[in-house]
């Protein structure tokens, strides 16, 4: 039973570009949610993605955006990438309706902006 | 809005027991999780507590007081592997149907030899 992956593992851009990270749900899972890290800080809320509409939005400029495909799987997009988006981008999966509705984590994508 | 409060870092010894607090403010509550996560790692399912009392799972239990705003994690015969950051969410329900997960700072723990 495969579980949550993104990619790409680790990633290097400069201010003012724009990135793409990706993200496979657990198989079964019909919802992703997708969270920054920033180091020695638990995760914040970006948004929410359930039958391809972005459902739920944490505190996060439009510079962030996402998508949900069919299959379920996910993208986020940043655009006008800051010096401060440099972070741990972690993709969580779950089933709503589910009555624990648990999160389950992907490996991360560790974006550096230089 | 939210608030969740843990400690920064606690230290303990190899074969000890602790106890990991959290307190949080929120509405709409709808569930208590604990993940553990080691540095450069995922996030890992501990625990999820919706109702009041304690939840056990092996050397790892839960404990939650919906009236108090407060949670913890007991951790019983500490192991070197257990050094990690544990990181208590809330969830809430809100009004759209949807919920969402809050996260504290996590708590870093080291085990001592």
């Known amino acids: 039973d495969a579980g949550v992956t993104q990619s790409p593992t680790h990633l290097i851009k400069t201010r003012g570009q724009q990135v793409t990270l990706r993200c496979s749900p657990k198989?079964?899972?019909?919802?992703v949610s997708w969270y920054q890290q920033a180091l020695g800080q638990g995760p914040q809320f970006i948004f929410q993605y359930y039958e391809e509409e972005e459902r739920q939005r944490g505190n996060f400029p439009d510079r962030f955006s996402g998508h949900q495909f069919p299959n379920y799987s996910s993208e986020l997009n940043v655009n006008a990438l800051l010096l401060g988006d440099s972070a741990l981008y972690l993709c969580a999966s779950s089933l709503r309706g589910q009555s624990t509705d648990t999160q389950y984590f992907g490996p991360g994508t560790r974006l550096t902006v230089l | 809005g939210q608030n969740i409060d843990q400690p920064t870092e606690m230290t303990a010894t190899e074969g000890a027991i602790v106890q990991i607090n959290c307190t949080y403010q929120?509405?709409?509550?709808?569930?208590l999780f604990w993940y553990q996560q080691h540095a450069g790692e995922a996030p890992t399912f501990l625990s999820y507590n919706v109702l009041d009392g304690l939840e056990e799972k092996g050397r790892f239990s839960s404990f939650l007081s919906r009236s108090k705003g407060y949670s913890y994690l007991l951790l019983k015969e500490l192991q070197m592997k257990d050094s990690a950051s544990y990181l208590c969410a809330v969830r809430d329900h809100r009004r759209s149907g949807y919920s969402t997960l809050t996260f504290g700072k996590g708590t870093m723990l080291l085990v001592s030899p």
């Open positions: 929120t509405s709409g509550f709808n569930g």
């Open positions: 198989s079964g899972h019909d919802t």
